[in-house]
């Protein structure tokens, strides 16, 4: 069954706010992004890398929902896909509903393991004021909310491309809701 679809693919080679979309990417995996500045084994992000470069990097690939734009648009930010950095753009996937541990499978070959939340930063009011307020704020309960998209790492290589179809096979029960990575 088909959950959603690829819209648009991107990676950057340099340490850039916003990520160059391209006709396909190839994951590689346990890696990430192949020409990306965020593959590699170990955290490649660098706050990350400063506190621990021998960390983990649960962030090798960064999705996003199109429908996000879309709210960003209705909010007046014209956003567009990879200029927040991802990876990544989806339609028709609950990317944020996810659990830690549900699997997308993208295309014929890709599987992406989805890790976390992206915890976005101040640099996303740098490239638009006031849009990291529509990305993050606080629930009823007076809880961060974070909306920018989610992590994950590559457990199957493969091409990616706009059009791909997405799968989504979640983990046995009990489901651990997602938090930043």
């Known amino acids: 069954m088909t959950d959603g679809r690829v819209t648009a693919v991107s990676r950057s080679?340099?340490?850039?706010?916003?990520?160059?979309?391209?006709?396909?990417?190839?994951?590689?995996?346990?890696?990430?992004?192949?020409?990306?500045?965020?593959?590699?084994?170990?955290?490649?992000?660098?706050?990350?890398?400063?506190?621990?470069?021998?960390?983990?990097?649960?962030?090798?690939?960064?999705?996003?929902?199109?429908?996000?734009?879309?709210?960003?648009?209705?909010?007046?930010?014209?956003?567009?896909?990879?200029?927040?950095?991802?990876?990544?753009?989806?339609r028709g996937v609950d990317l944020l509903g996810l659990p830690v541990g549900a699997l997308l499978r993208l295309g014929g070959e890709a599987r992406v393991e989805i890790t976390g939340l992206r915890n976005p930063c101040l640099q996303i009011d740098a490239f638009r004021p006031g849009l990291l307020r529509q990305v993050?704020?606080?629930?009823?309960?007076?809880?961060?909310?974070?909306?920018?998209?989610?992590?994950?790492?590559?457990?199957?290589?493969?091409?990616?491309?706009?059009?791909d179809a997405i799968e989504v096979e979640l983990p046995p029960p009990p489901h651990r809701p997602l938090d930043r990575v």
């Open 136 to 163: 993050v704020s606080r629930d009823e309960a007076g809880r961060l909310v974070r909306r920018a998209g989610v992590m994950g790492v590559v457990v199957a290589g493969g091409e990616v491309r706009p059009g």
């Open 13 to 90: 080679a340099t340490h850039t706010f916003g990520k160059t979309g391209r006709p396909g990417i190839r994951l590689l995996a346990g890696l990430g992004v192949e020409g990306d500045a965020h593959l590699g084994v170990t955290v490649r992000h660098r706050s990350r890398v400063a506190r621990d470069p021998t960390q983990p990097n649960l962030r090798q690939v960064h999705l996003i929902p199109a429908e996000l734009h879309d709210e960003l648009e209705d909010a007046g930010f014209s956003v567009a896909a990879g200029q927040l950095g991802e990876n990544i753009t989806t």
